[in-house]
């Protein structure tokens, strides 16, 4: 019997879990978009929320509070998906939540960051939002294929969005810069509303 090498093991992954022909259905194609686009917002913040409340004047320890807040407030968005199933529908569920969490961002930490209720807001709003997108997304790809090819899709979609993640972390910390200025950060948070 031959050994399987790492190279073997590979290919088998990479044609079971992954079929790019996906993407030419277009409902597929957008929907990658969108799970692109909140992944790498999502991202980006918890990625600088921390230096940017540090930059505003906030201790540390506020800092980390504020991380943990926004993780609390990600149990009321597991609940999000009772209300999607009994009354308006997963797409439906995920655009309020992804609205929610852009206008979160422009008005509660663009408008109102540099005062702590305003930071306390984003994190609630925004934690809860974010945590019910991720948890319809499996649901909403689910209404749009077979039983027998979820997986597959699934994973095509997600290798779609960390392939995104990967230069859009790099673009927020160019638009910071060297963190001596608190207005690049305003440009920031911009640029992630927009991307959200």
Same mark, same amino acid.
């Given at each position: =019997? =031959?050994?399987?090498?790492? *190279?073997? $093991? $590979?290919? $088998?992954? @990479? =044609?079971?879990?992954?079929?790019?022909?996906?993407?030419?259905?277009h409902k597929f194609l957008i929907i990658s978009i969108g799970l692109a686009s909140a992944e790498v917002g999502t991202s980006i913040i918890a990625t600088y929320l921390t230096s940017?409340?540090?930059k505003k004047g906030y201790t540390q320890r506020e800092s980390?509070?504020?991380?943990? $807040?926004?993780? /609390?407030?990600?149990v009321v968005g597991r609940t999000y998906g009772y209300f999607a199933d009994k009354y308006i529908g997963s797409f439906q569920m995920i655009v309020l939540c992804m609205t929610v969490a852009t206008f979160s961002t422009f008005v509660f930490l663009l408008a109102f960051g540099?005062?702590?209720? *305003? @930071?306390?807001?984003?994190c609630?709003?925004? *934690?809860s939002s974010?945590?019910?997108?991720l948890?319809? /997304?499996p649901t909403a790809v689910k209404k749009m294929c077979t039983?027998?090819?979820?997986?597959?899709?699934?994973?095509?979609?997600?290798l779609f969005a960390a392939c995104a993640a990967f230069p859009i972390i790099e673009i927020g910390g160019v638009i910071i810069g060297d963190q001596k200025s608190s207005i690049r950060y305003q440009y920031f948070w911009v640029f992630t509303g927009f991307v959200l």
């Amino acid at each position: =019997k =031959k050994e399987e090498t790492f *190279g073997d $093991v $590979v290919r $088998v992954y @990479m =044609k079971e879990t992954i079929n790019l022909k996906y993407f030419l259905d277009h409902k597929f194609l957008i929907i990658s978009i969108g799970l692109a686009s909140a992944e790498v917002g999502t991202s980006i913040i918890a990625t600088y929320l921390t230096s940017y409340c540090l930059k505003k004047g906030y201790t540390q320890r506020e800092s980390y509070d504020f991380i943990t $807040v926004m993780n /609390c407030f990600g149990v009321v968005g597991r609940t999000y998906g009772y209300f999607a199933d009994k009354y308006i529908g997963s797409f439906q569920m995920i655009v309020l939540c992804m609205t929610v969490a852009t206008f979160s961002t422009f008005v509660f930490l663009l408008a109102f960051g540099k005062h702590s209720y *305003g @930071m306390y807001l984003f994190c609630a709003f925004y *934690g809860s939002s974010i945590s019910g997108f991720l948890s319809l /997304c499996p649901t909403a790809v689910k209404k749009m294929c077979t039983e027998n090819d979820f997986g597959k899709r699934f994973s095509t979609m997600y290798l779609f969005a960390a392939c995104a993640a990967f230069p859009i972390i790099e673009i927020g910390g160019v638009i910071i810069g060297d963190q001596k200025s608190s207005i690049r950060y305003q440009y920031f948070w911009v640029f992630t509303g927009f991307v959200l």
